[in-house]
């Protein structure tokens, strides 16, 4: 991809991003088994980049940044300092974060513990656990089916063949980094310290069925939620004519 810069996280990871644009400093964060440049690809880049800074991540794992199969790799922790260090190498300070899916479920942290977020941005997914029941029993079967391969790959007795298969197919990050999440903090609603946007299609079942049931919680916290007609996981990102204009318009006014 053009225009890829590195930096180096605390721990020794090298992350990839690129920058776009002028304005405030807003982060992406793409979605599991995805990278930066859905962002551009779909569109998203290209509008922003006339309001904001645009710093689109390949998340630890994925894309350009370090291939990581271990799972002490993936803490939340040494998540949330790899986007530190790429607005450190971009020198923002103080950014915005728009994360999907897998992205907004660490947005949701680093709009807990980081005084350097100005706003968030969660599609699609609810506060609370990273990983509820429904997400366990996914990871028990994912982790059932490829286990054994991501394990032959990280002791290094895969044939070369494999190997390559598995690095291209991503099994050995997402089998360790969805075994991770389980021990990542539950982050309830009030325990953001920044405004926040959380959207969601009403065909997303789950995440709808949450915001149903912690509405107070939501409003106690004055967390923003928007709710697009007729979407479910994959086109909360995928549809850009529905969602750009809320989570822009959103995102605009904390600038």
């Not at 793409?30 to 880049?45: E, S």
């Not at 990983?131 to 007795?157: H, S």
Request: glycine residues 8%; contains cysteine; charged residues 25%.
């Amino acid at each position: 991809m053009k225009n890829t810069q590195f930096t180096t996280s605390p721990d020794g990871t090298r992350i990839a991003y690129d920058v776009s644009g002028q304005g405030p400093a807003l982060i992406l964060l793409h979605g599991a088994g995805k990278d930066r440049g859905d962002w551009h690809k779909l569109g998203y880049v290209e509008r922003l980049k006339h309001d904001f800074t645009v710093i689109a991540v390949d998340l630890r794992g994925s894309g350009q940044s370090d291939f990581l199969a271990d799972i002490d790799d993936y803490t939340i922790e040494k998540i949330c300092a790899d986007i530190n260090a790429v607005a450190d190498a971009c020198n923002a300070f103080q950014y915005l974060i728009w994360g999907f899916s897998f992205g907004g479920n660490i947005a949701r942290y680093l709009g807990a513990w980081s005084e350097r977020v100005k706003a968030i941005a969660v599609i699609g997914v609810p506060f609370g656990p990273a990983v509820n029941e429904e997400f366990d029993r996914f990871i028990d079967e994912f982790v059932k089916k490829w286990g054994a391969e991501a394990e032959a790959y990280r002791t290094g007795v895969l044939s070369e063949a494999k190997r390559k298969s598995a690095i291209k197919g991503r099994i050995p990050v997402w089998v360790a980094c969805f075994q991770a999440m389980r021990n990542w903090p539950s982050i309830d609603p009030g325990a953001v310290r920044c405004p926040t946007l959380l959207l969601a299609g009403t065909a997303n079942k789950g995440t709808m069925k949450w915001i149903k049931s912690n509405r107070q919680a939501l409003e106690s916290a004055n967390i923003q939620v928007a709710i697009v007609e007729g979407l479910d996981h994959p086109q909360e990102f995928s549809q850009v004519e529905q969602v750009y204009p809320i989570v822009a318009s959103y995102l605009f006014k904390q600038r």
